[in-house]
């Protein structure tokens, strides 16, 4: 059983930053390759960011290269994503999940998720 709490969510106006944080806890979570989706109204789930167990390796969506940057903090068992150069089009619901594994070009989630956290973002 792992647990997933998200925090760092809010209002931005277009061009500003907001940082999310996702702790975790639980058997084996540190092991996990970690990442972020997000849901905007109307759109299906979609990747964002993902980072291996190790903090070595990050992937990112091509819609937030450049501006987001997912990071680790192995001693806090947490996982970032910076996001800067915000755009009305990042408004969504941010949700943590664990195990990421990438499947045939693609990143799946697994089976342990956030609790989801809204990101808005005025233009």
């Known amino acids: 059983q792992v647990q997933l709490v998200e925090s760092g969510g809010g209002l931005a106006q277009a061009g500003g930053s907001l940082r999310l944080s996702c702790a975790a806890s639980?058997?084996?979570?540190?092991?996990?390759?970690m990442g972020w989706f997000r849901q905007a109204p109307g759109k299906e789930r979609e990747f964002v960011a993902g980072?291996?167990?190790?903090?070595?390796?990050?992937a990112y969506a091509d819609s937030v290269k450049g501006r987001f940057t997912m990071s680790s903090d192995a001693a806090e068992n947490t996982v970032y994503l910076q996001m800067n150069s915000l755009k009305a089009e990042d408004t969504a619901v941010y949700y943590c999940?664990?195990?990421?594994?990438?499947?045939?070009?693609?990143?799946?989630?697994?089976?342990?998720w956030g609790q989801g956290i809204q990101v808005t973002v005025s233009s």
């Open positions: 999940n664990a195990p990421v594994t990438y499947r045939s070009g693609r990143y799946v989630t697994g089976a342990y």
């Open positions: 639980g058997r084996a979570s540190s092991t996990y390759d």
């Open positions: 980072i291996t167990w190790s903090g070595r390796f990050t």
